[in-house]
Each structure stands twice: as structure tokens, then as C-alpha cells.
């Protein structure tokens, strides 16, 4: 980009766009290659592994997904045919269920953490001064913040 090209809302949300996605696409491909996890499976986990006795009910887990929400029941089901999660009625709503990671789902959290966090560091980290790692997180809160009464 020209230094003399003006720079709106527009183009900033296109080069935003453009450079999560491309993280994304690295992000997966390491994931699979280090501990052989889908980009959208560690999605999952991670909820489950940072959540109160690692478990969500069903919905909320959706809520919070990142890369999929409108799948997530599809997604979830796969993630339990490997035995890395479960489900279980929720005993205070026969409607709800909960999904619960599994002593093998927490295990390979725990690997895929660890490569995860260096493959964070090493693609988006090391291009960042702690400053503007700063400035960054409270535009995204900012952003996060202003927009969180529209449904997602």
C-alpha cells in the first residue's frame, strides 16, 4: 500500500481481513502437521479446556466459537466420535446438553497449546512491538465491545 493512499474503514477491514485469514490458513496447516488437530477442532477444545470444570452446555460453546458456529452440533459430533469430547443431558434442563472435554481431549490440548502458542508467536508475535500489541488488543476490544449487541 502507497504511503499516500488514504486509508478508511474500508481498506483497513480488507487488510484485516486479508491478514487473518492467511494466519488462519497457517495456523491450521501447523496444527495438523505438529499434532494432527484441525484448526476448527482446537476451536472447540480450547473453549472446553478454559471453561469451569471443562464444560459448556451446548449453546454457549456455539456462542463462542470462532470459525464456525452455524456447524457447531456437526463439528461437535466429530470431535466426540474421536473421543476427545462428550456429551451429557444437562440434569437442571432435559433440552440442554453439555459438552465436556475428555482425559484424551485435555491431554492433546495440552500438546497443541504449546505448538499453537509457538506458531502464534513465530507468525504474528515476532511482527509486533509489545506496543503495538497493546494498541492492537484495545482496538479489537474496542471493536469487540461496540459490537456485542448484535447477534453473531
Same mark, same amino acid.
Given at each position: 500500500?502507497?504511503?499516500?493512499?488514504?486509508?478508511?474503514? &474500508?481498506?483497513?477491514?480488507?487488510?484485516? $481481513?486479508?491478514?487473518?485469514?492467511?494466519? $488462519?490458513?497457517?495456523?491450521?496447516?501447523?496444527?495438523q502437521d505438529d499434532v494432527d488437530l484441525p484448526l476448527t477442532w482446537y476451536d472447540v477444545?480450547?473453549?472446553?479446556?478454559?471453561?469451569?470444570?471443562?464444560? $459448556?452446555?451446548?449453546?454457549?460453546?456455539s456462542d463462542s466459537l470462532?470459525?464456525?458456529?452455524? &456447524?457447531?452440533?456437526?463439528?461437535?459430533?466429530r470431535i466426540e466420535k474421536a473421543g476427545l469430547v462428550r456429551r451429557e443431558p444437562a440434569a437442571e434442563d432435559r433440552r440442554g446438553y453439555y459438552a465436556i472435554l475428555t482425559a484424551d481431549g485435555q491431554r492433546l490440548m495440552e500438546r497443541a497449546q504449546k505448538a499453537h502458542g509457538a506458531g502464534i508467536e513465530r507468525?504474528? &508475535?515476532?511482527?509486533?512491538?509489545?506496543?503495538?500489541?497493546?494498541? $492492537?488488543?484495545?482496538?479489537?476490544?474496542?471493536l469487540l465491545a461496540g459490537n456485542q449487541n448484535i447477534p453473531g
Open positions: 500500500m502507497a504511503v499516500a493512499e488514504q486509508v478508511t474503514a &474500508g481498506v483497513a477491514w480488507e487488510r484485516t $481481513l486479508r491478514a487473518v485469514s492467511r494466519l $488462519l490458513r497457517v495456523f491450521d496447516r501447523e496444527l477444545l480450547v473453549q472446553l479446556y478454559s471453561a469451569p470444570d471443562v464444560r $459448556l452446555r451446548m449453546q454457549t460453546l470462532v470459525l464456525t458456529r452455524s &456447524g457447531a452440533t456437526r463439528l461437535v459430533d507468525h504474528f &508475535g515476532k511482527h509486533l512491538d509489545p506496543d503495538e500489541q497493546k494498541t $492492537l488488543f484495545a482496538i479489537m476490544s474496542k
